[in-house]
């Protein structure tokens, strides 16, 4: 048995055999073929080489075309080694004769070479192994890539154990079938993290390197409450864990029973509890945990594992079926909220050295025009609907804000125009998640009808923390006393403008900050669709006089580890059952 200790992103228990998917930077486990596998399996490699050719030569004539020739042809050398019959044999006698698979044939074989000038004398020899490590990650990329589409079609009940899963892969996993997964990177505000989430399935991300040390349809244990994974439990292990999984089912049945009361406290505050979708099938989620409404709708996985852009219909058939689903509860749409680790359909984010601070969100819209005026002239067809709402993400100059609404003003006309209906009095909100934008909040709250505060991003910008990162997740902490203050100044800006302001981030569903949150006079929580019951149960167990003593006394505090235990604490006084 071993344990590793990740970071636990999306809640539950999962028990069952592990599939272990390879990737570039790996060891390549030494997979036996199945005797009649050998043709198809040649057939593979040869795609992967013909692929991996293609684009050396891209690279050679872009590299030509900007530095000069004696640059391209660094390239000739990678292309003459791939074209190569003698390599091409090697590889096939390891996959013909041992039954090798290509992954493990390419990388052997490549490996052998790389030894032999890494050992030259000469510093100019020894550099050429790097070139071949080049050559030998190209093809395996094109090879594992086309291994990773098939995580899309798995056929029989595993956990997934991955180096790392992209948001439009996990988004793309099958969730009959993917009953929880393992990254060995990624942080705690990933968007592979909250895809997790929204179907629901245990997973922990961030454990480091593992994956040499299992072999597929190996027994493992996804905890994903305590970030932890077991490989190869014993069977004391395995008892503990069913009995935990039969505890949880108890208390699901028990918190279902709150789904039509409302989310009110002890003294009679409403609170208002809406749901964060990224699929329009997740607002069956929501009403099945009964939501007051859709406070985040992240339009951008719409466009994720797409081919091609999404057209207006797309976007207005997704916002269609949302809206009539929820009837007169308010759905807020966010336009899309794309770059960063959200693969884009746009520019490749490679490109960007800092993709977290580059062209990411409101500012790839206004970018991108016709495909930003595509998704609110769905928005605005949908607003007849039901009570549709738009929220502009990562505004962080009221210029911004500005022209985004310049932009719905002018989508208005040409639908005017046309003659077809919608909402001009739809409600406009924006996200707040940079620190900027809550130093100008009370210009912006001239200037919009609601406020919601996305904390994922407001942490990462206020503490200089990537939230996809594991090697920093320590400082990534919604408990921070500074992040805490910019929240307690964004409720207080929407108090003294009466706008409505919520919580979107992950912290609004972590019960660890419910009564926080309520004392510092939060009203609308939007948290994932799971958390719904267990918000509604805190709130119903409290009252506000006591979450407001709650409140001033964390905000006192000098260090997030202090708010933290004394958050915990509280909450293990008030609803023991929810306090892990
Ligand atoms: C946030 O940043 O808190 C948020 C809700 O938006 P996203 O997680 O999609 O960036
Ligand atoms: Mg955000």
């Not at 935990?244 to 009110?264: F, G």
């Amino acid at each position: 048995m071993r344990e590793l200790q990740g970071i636990a992103v999306s809640p539950g228990v999962a028990i069952g055999e592990a599939l272990v998917v390879d990737n570039e930077g790996f060891r390549i486990p030494r997979r036996f073929l199945a005797r009649d596998a050998v043709e198809s399996e040649l057939e593979r490699l040869d795609s992967a080489i013909a692929a991996a050719k293609q684009e050396i030569e891209r690279h050679r004539d872009t590299v030509s075309e900007e530095l000069g020739k004696k640059y391209g042809a660094i390239f000739d050398a990678h292309l003459l080694m791939l074209e190569d019959p003698q390599l091409r044999g090697e590889f096939e006698e390891m996959i013909r004769q041992r039954h090798y698979s290509p992954e493990y044939a390419v990388s052997r074989t490549l490996r052998r070479y790389a030894q032999v000038f890494e050992k030259l004398e000469s510093d100019y020899l020894a550099q050429r192994a790097t070139d071949i490590f080049d050559i030998e990650k190209r093809l395996l990329r094109n090879l594992l890539g086309r291994r990773r589409e098939e995580l899309a079609h798995l056929t029989s009940p595993a956990l997934l154990l991955a180096h790392n899963l992209t948001p439009s892969e996990t988004a793309n996993l099958n969730r009959e079938f993917c009953l929880g997964f393992v990254t060995e990177v990624g942080g705690l505000g990933s968007h592979t993290a909250i895809v997790a989430e929204a179907l629901e399935i245990p997973a922990v991300v961030g454990t480091g390197p593992f994956l040499s040390e299992v072999s597929g349809g190996e027994l493992v244990i996804i905890d994903g409450y305590q970030g932890l994974v077991i490989l190869r439990p014993d069977e004391e292990t395995i008892a503990r864990y069913r009995h935990e999984v039969e505890e949880n089912r108890t208390l699901a049945t028990q918190l279902e029973t709150l789904r039509d009361l409302p989310a009110e406290t002890t003294d009679g505050a409403r609170i208002q509890l809406y749901g964060n979708i990224e699929f329009p099938y997740e607002v069956d989620h929501c009403v099945r945990r009964g939501a007051d409404g859709i406070g985040l709708y992240r339009t951008e996985f719409l466009y994720l594992g797409a081919e091609t852009e999404p057209d207006e219909e797309v976007h207005y058939n997704a916002y269609r079926r949302v809206a009539t689903t929820m009837g007169r509860r308010p759905v807020t749409i966010r336009t899309f909220d794309m770059g960063a680790d959200k693969v884009p359909h746009l520019p490749d984010p490679q490109d960007e050295r800092n993709p977290f601070l580059g062209l990411r969100s409101i500012r790839l819209a206004l970018r991108n025009l016709p495909m930003f005026r595509v998704q609110l002239r769905a928005i605005l067809r949908a607003s007849v609907l039901g009570d549709v709402r738009v929220m502009f993400p990562l505004v962080s100059t009221l210029l911004e804000l500005r022209q985004a609404k310049m932009v719905l003003a002018d989508v208005m006309e040409d639908l005017d125009e046309r003659g077809v209906k919608f909402n001009r009095e739809i409600p406009i909100g924006m996200m707040v998640e940079v620190p900027a934008a809550v130093m100008m909040l009370d210009h912006f709250a001239d200037e919009v009808d609601f406020l919601s505060i996305g904390t994922n991003d407001l942490i990462q910008y206020t503490l200089a923390v990537d939230r996809s990162n594991k090697d920093v997740v320590g400082l990534y902490n919604a408990s921070d006393p500074a992040v805490l203050k910019l929240i307690a100044m964004s409720l207080e800006v929407g108090r003294r403008k009466s706008i409505p302001v919520d919580i979107c981030g992950q912290m609004s569903g972590n019960p660890v900050y419910t009564m926080l949150l309520l004392g510092m006079g939060l009203e609308h929580f939007s948290v994932t669709p799971a958390a719904i019951p267990e918000i509604k149960k805190i709130c119903r167990s409290v009252s506000i006089e006591e979450c407001r003593v709650v409140a001033e006394r964390t905000m006192t505090m000098e260090n997030a580890r202090d708010v933290r235990g004394y958050l915990k604490e509280e909450l293990r006084r008030r609803v023991p059952e929810l306090a892990q």
